[in-house]
């Protein structure tokens, strides 16, 4: 089972956000940034629901499971 995070990617390009939106909006580290560019890279659910919380979502609408 693999998580891909290209639901996020896509939901940032509909919205005209940038991953430098995810650093100093959400506060995320760059760290985690690229973790969520990368598919099979694991990310705290803290993180998910720290983005769900701020592009107005739920996790469905960023990860999904392949």
């Known amino acids: 089972m693999m998580i891909s995070y290209k639901p996020l990617l896509k939901l940032m390009i509909d919205k005209g956000l940038r991953k430098k939106y995810l650093v100093e909006e959400v506060g995320l580290s760059w760290t ?5 560019s990368k598919e099979g890279e694991y990310v705290d659910l803290r993180v998910i629901e720290k983005l769900c919380k701020e592009l107005n979502c739920t996790p ?6 392949q």
């Open 32 to 36: 985690t940034v690229a973790k969520l």
């Open 60 to 65: 469905n609408d960023i990860i999904e499971i």
